[in-house]
């Protein structure tokens, strides 16, 4: 049976041009920047040292930094095993852009494909470089949905719980060219006064927030 | 030589998206895999096309591989001995 007792433990927002972590913007869009060039500037003002993310195409790096920011400050390893600790997401463009780009290749060099652009042509690679970056080793599901569906999402994790995932990293990241939302969920069982619990009612409370 | 190796150090780091790396950083003997650069198994297709692309050389079995991808020194020596 599904575990209710389940807590919004940290969010991330990055849409509109603006970060909101904890429901406290941390971080806005410059006028005119492109968002590669956004996303890299929020890797740099982290000091972040992973190479890695230079690798990603921009999908990656959106989901990438959500993470970052949501788990932040999260000592998980101390209380959970890396097997324990579940990635659900879903997006809706799949990962169309990096698809598109490794058509193109093919054609511009003349039928000699991109290693490197090929890697990022499925969505669940986010959840690849999310969890080597903090490995991460439990259950993962990447759902491809036509609009952010909150019910699956909810359901979804509560399944994870009842399956043995003590921690679950969740949510919706969405990238086609400029167009762009993330919005990233840690979900566990500790429950203080701050904490929403973990239902379809305060997702979507959450989404309509203004910002 | 010395212009072989300025350009190829130029080129992997912009087709392997080495953004932390210059030109003036980038060892000519410093290894590629399992040092400081820190390249994966895909940054090596990538190397491979890359020779294909610009220099119509191919590197055709892994003990090839191995021996031209140890450090920028060795490809360009590979590249001017395939020339």
């Given amino acids: 049976m599904a575990d209710k007792n389940l807590y919004i433990q940290h969010s991330c927002f ?8 904890d429901q406290s913007q941390i971080e806005q869009e410059e006028d005119g920047e492109h968002l590669k060039a956004f996303l890299k500037r929020l890797y740099k003002s982290r000091e972040t040292d992973y190479s890695k993310f230079h690798k990603m195409d921009a999908l990656c790096k959106l989901a990438f930094m959500a993470s970052e920011y949501v788990l932040e400050g999260v000592d ?22 990096s698809d598109l780009e490794h058509a193109d290749s093919i054609q511009r060099e003349g039928g000699i494909a991109s290693p490197a652009v ?4 499925l969505p669940n690679i986010m ?10 080793k439990g259950e993962n599901a990447c759902f491809i949905t036509d609009a952010f569906n909150s019910e699956l999402l909810v359901d979804q994790v509560e399944d994870a719980f009842a399956e043995g995932s ?3 990293l ?3 990241v969405e990238q086609a060219a400029e167009d762009y939302e993330a919005f990233f969920f840690l979900v566990g069982q500790q429950s203080q006064a701050e904490k929403k619990q973990w239902t379809v009612d305060n997702v979507k409370g959450l989404l309509h927030e203004p910002f | 030589m010395e212009n072989l190796i300025e350009d190829l150090k130029k080129q992997i780091i912009e087709e392997l998206n080495l953004e932390d790396l210059t030109v003036e950083e980038f060892g000519t003997d410093e290894l590629l895999f399992g040092g400081n650069i820190g390249l994966d ?13 610009n ?3 191919k590197i055709t079995s892994k003990e090839d591989g191995k021996k031209v991808f140890q450090t920028v020194r060795t490809i360009a020596e590979f590249l001017e001995s395939n020339k």
């Fill in chain 1, 166 to 168: 003590k921690l679950v």
């Fill in chain 1, 76 to 97: 998980w390893k101390s209380e959970i095993p890396a097997e324990d600790f579940a990635i659900v997401l879903q997006n809706r463009s799949s990962s169309y852009d």
């Fill in chain 1, 14 to 21: 990055i849409r509109a041009g603006k970060v909101v972590v």
């Fill in chain 1, 127 to 136: 959840i690849g470089e999310i969890a080597i970056r903090n490995g991460i």
């Fill in chain 2, 41 to 53: 198994s895909i940054d090596a297709l990538e190397l491979i096309v890359l020779l294909e692309k």
């Fill in chain 2, 55 to 57: 220099y119509g050389v």
């Fill in chain 1, 118 to 121: 090929f890697v990022y042509t």
């Fill in chain 1, 170 to 172: 969740t949510g919706w």
